[in-house]
Nanobody, 123 residues
Framework: QVQVVESGGGLVQTGGSLRLSCAASGRAFTSVAMGWFRQAPGKERDFVASIEWSGSRIDYADSVKGRFTISRDNAKNTVYLQMNSLKPEDTAVYYC????????????????WGQGTQVTVSS
């Protein structure tokens, strides 16, 4: 079994920054891709960013491109999301997920999910 734990959420003002961390662990841990998704109240879960484990592929949602950066530390089984120039519309619960089957932006590829961390951006 794989455990996924997010951290780093909080309350910031418009234009501020946050850095989210996602640590994965487990006896049989393997990963092809790690991704970030978010869900705001009354809305569906949306793709934010993803990274192939080798770092050869990275993708971002259009709404965060140029402001967010995804990165990974393979030795620590950890993925990060640096969020700059935050806007009120970025307010959501952010979830980290791991895919063992392949790389992509489709949530159906992801096998393991964290419990989420709240990000709130005030105006």
């Amino acid at each position: 079994q794989v455990q996924v734990v997010e951290s780093g959420g909080g309350l910031v003002q418009t234009g501020g920054s946050l850095r989210l961390s996602c640590a994965a662990s487990g006896r049989a841990f393997t990963s092809v891709a790690m991704g970030w998704f978010r869900q705001a109240p009354g809305k569906e879960r949306d793709f934010v960013a993803s990274i192939e484990w080798s770092g050869s592929r990275i993708d971002y949602a259009d709404s965060v491109k140029g402001r967010f950066t995804i990165s990974r530390d393979n030795a620590k089984n950890t993925v990060y999301l640096q969020m700059n120039s935050l806007k009120p519309e970025d307010t959501a619960v952010y979830y980290c997920a791991i895919s063992r089957r392949g790389y992509g932006m489709d949530f159906r590829l992801y096998d393991y999910w964290g419990q989420g961390t709240q990000v709130t951006v005030s105006s």
